[in-house]
């Protein structure tokens, strides 16, 4: 875990590499040192993965190895010789405007906020949970957007948004007035109207 965080990865992408690792440690008992090809990938055929959970399996062991060889951990990579999925290009899939105009002009302040975020500005759930008022500026119409893997931009604030900003009464913490995560953020955007 310490060697993650020296590498600056999000606690998220910790928490997944640790659970993928311990899982497969237990699994294989004290095997893990010196695994072969075929015990992995059996591993993961009977895991029933798709093919983005395989893909990401299959690179966070690879790094974990990579972590042991590169700390003089004697082990045996099985990583390598595993094919990894090929993965379809994922084209965005936009919500439609006229329900999400109308989303928006009901909801209440938090939540409209959240749609406009994401509909206006093209945020993402996790860009949504961690913006703070401090990275607001109505003035110039910005805002600083830190987004996954922790990489940076500033995005415009269109009109709409701004009105919805600007109506806030709290303007310091969290711009949707909680501290909430990414998978809560997506998941109430997306219940059921």
């Known amino acids: 875990r310490t060697a993650l965080k020296r590498r600056n990865l999000r606690p998220g ?6 659970s993928e690792v311990h899982r497969w440690c237990r699994h294989t008992g004290g095997g893990w040192r010196h695994p072969d090809r075929e015990q992995l990938e059996q591993w993961l055929d009977d895991r029933d993965l798709g093919a983005r959970s ?11 190895y990579t972590w042991c060889q590169r700390e003089d951990i004697e082990v045996t990579d099985p990583t390598i010789r595993v094919e990894r999925p090929r993965l379809p290009r994922r084209l965005p899939r936009p919500a439609n405007r006229a329900v999400t105009d109308a989303l928006i002009a009901q909801s209440p302040a938090p939540m409209s906020i959240m749609l406009a975020l994401m509909a206006d500005a093209g945020l993402r ?14 003035y110039a119409s910005t805002m600083h957007v830190t ?4 990489h940076e931009r500033v995005v ?13 009464d709290d ?7 909680r501290t909430i995560t990414a998978c809560r953020v997506s998941q109430l955007v997306n219940a059921p109207i």
């Open 13 to 18: 992408s910790i928490d997944k590499r640790m």
């Open 54 to 64: 395989r893909y990401a399996a299959i690179s966070h062991l690879h790094q974990f």
């Open 125 to 138: 759930a996790c860009e949504v949970a961690v913006l703070r008022w401090a990275d607001v500026d109505l």
């Open 147 to 150: 987004g996954k893997g922790g």
């Open 156 to 168: 415009g604030i269109p009109k709409r948004l701004e009105l919805l900003l600007a109506g806030c």
């Open 171 to 177: 303007i310091e913490g969290p711009v949707i007035g």
